[in-house]
Nanobody, 123 residues
Framework: VQLQASGGGLVQVGGSLRLSCAASGRTFSSYGMGWFRQAPGKEREFVAAINWSGGTTYYADSVKGRFTLSRDNAETTPYLQMNSLKPEDTAIYYC?????????????????WGQGTLVTVSS
């Protein structure tokens, strides 16, 4: 099973990007998803998470009000909409899937991890 995050790129301060995560090797349904990021020289940190139904979401304080993780229903792939991007958002962003459908801030919730996509915000 492989997960591949996509949608990253170079954007100016205040710009927007939308990240998504595709799975190969199996079909996921009713899963939870989390996004984490790792900036150069820093540890990987939690960004956002959504449960299997989309009814529960969590966000890091640093992205609240700017990032939105959502899904249309339990069968669709969630996407991370990132608005009002700041230079400190520059990082490799990783998606992760929770087969239980429960998602949270801890890496322990997640069973599979994606390869990551680079987001660079220029000032």
């Amino acid at each position: 099973v492989q997960l591949q995050a996509s949608g990253g790129g170079l954007v100016q301060v205040g710009g927007s990007l939308r990240l998504s995560c595709a799975a190969s090797g199996r079909t996921f349904s009713s899963y939870g998803m989390g996004w984490f990021r790792q900036a150069p020289g820093k540890e990987r940190e939690f960004v956002a998470a959504i449960n299997w139904s989309g009814g529960t979401t969590y966000y890091a304080d640093s992205v609240k009000g700017r990032f939105t993780l959502s899904r249309d229903n339990a069968e669709t792939t969630p996407y991370l909409q990132m608005n009002s991007l700041k230079p400190e958002d520059t990082a490799i962003y990783y998606c992760a899937v929770s087969l239980t459908g429960v998602a949270g801030v801890s890496r322990e919730f997640y069973d599979y991890w994606g390869q990551g996509t680079l987001v660079t915000v220029s000032s």
